[in-house]
């Protein structure tokens, strides 16, 4: 079997790696906007199913063997209101204001398909963790942005890098809001394999 993740994400990759999966590297752009009334889950299901078939559609031509393709999306959801990467340092600072002293969703969309290059099996789910932040102050929002990392997170914030220290408590499973579910990815390609 062999494993394609449809992502550039470093730490969507850490994560596959982590539990010793080998699996090729391939993106693609799709559009990712949504009709404003889409709850968050049903958002990220869409996007990372979008993603997942615009690979496979990709590849199909160079698929030999059973692949499965694996895609997600992850958004961060706060009063409604979804977030997802800030566009600069200005809406990194107004998303972390937000978040700050509050609770807030994270939500993980994964599309595993699996191909042969001539038909193909699709599983789409989501799974939501909540994260609530500390109270923060100007200065320590200002700083954490100074670093840089913010700027490619839903959200602003990465949980497993320095904006550890954001957030006192989360309800739910680490690895969606890092950006994978893992157990349920794992699971999902126990199912769609093994039937």
């Known amino acids: 079997m062999k494993y394609i993740l ?11 790696g982590q539990i010793g999966m080998s699996f090729d590297t391939v993106t693609a752009d799709v559009d990712e906007s949504c009709d404003a009334g889409t709850p968050p889950d049903k958002t990220v299901e ?10 496979c559609e990709k590849l199909k031509k160079t698929i030999s063997e059973k692949t499965v393709i694996i ?12 977030l997802g990467k800030p566009a600069d340092e200005k ?17 993980t969309g994964v599309t595993l398909i699996l191909t042969d290059g001539k038909t193909e099996k699709i ?13 923060l102050t100007d200065k ?18 990465g ?4 904006g550890a220290v954001l957030a006192e408590k989360i309800i739910g499973d680490f690895y969606t809001i890092v950006g994978l579910p893992l157990v349920r990815v794992v699971t999902g390609i126990k199912e769609i394999t093994e039937k």
């Open 6 to 16: 449809a992502s550039g994400s470093p730490r969507r990759q850490e994560l596959l």
């Open 46 to 55: 869409l996007l990372s199913k979008r993603k997942g078939i615009a690979v």
């Open 71 to 82: 895609a997600a999306d992850t958004l961060v959801s706060i009063g409604g209101r979804i």
């Open 91 to 107: 809406e990194a600072f107004e998303m972390l204001s937000l978040l700050s002293g509050r609770s807030h969703m994270v939500y």
């Open 123 to 135: 599983l789409t789910f989501s799974d939501g963790a909540e994260v609530f932040f500390r109270k």
């Open 140 to 157: 320590e929002i200002l700083d954490y942005i100074a670093t840089g990392e913010p700027m490619d997170k839903a959200g602003a914030y």
């Open 159 to 162: 949980i497993q890098q320095r």
